[in-house]
């Protein structure tokens, strides 16, 4: 499975992104997708994830209500809305695919930087 993130950028806070993740190779619905981020000397940290097949989805309690992550089985995209942002969400934000409940992602694509200013 191949993963190619989009959409990141620089931000004033208060503002929104979103960011796209798109997914190919062999039967990519077969995993749920999440997205990751990692932000300068901190580990990475779970954002949110959602699972193809049976729509659930989950999200990290420092994103839960700004963030929304959604897909669209045609295309095998899973975008994630980002709203109210702040200058804690700047990351480079990866997006992973793996078994759900996504704790850790199998397949990882390049990240994408969001940068977000005071």
């Known amino acids: 499975v191949q993963l190619q993130a989009s959409g990141g950028g620089l931000v004033q806070a208060g503002a929104s992104l979103r960011l796209s993740c798109a997914a190919s190779?062999?039967?990519?619905?077969?995993?749920?997708v999440g997205w990751f981020r990692q932000a300068p000397g901190k580990e990475r940290e779970f954002a949110a994830a959602?699972?193809?097949?049976?729509?659930?989805?989950r999200y990290g309690d420092s994103v839960k209500g700004r963030f929304t992550i959604s897909r669209d089985n045609a295309k095998n995209t899973v975008d994630l809305q980002m709203n109210s942002l702040k200058p804690e969400d700047t990351a480079v934000y990866y997006c992973a695919a793996g078994p759900w409940p996504m704790t850790r992602g199998t397949y990882w694509g390049k990240g994408t930087q969001v940068t977000v200013s005071s």
């Open positions: 190779g062999r039967n990519p619905s077969a995993y749920a």
């Open positions: 959602i699972n193809w097949r049976v729509s659930q989805v």
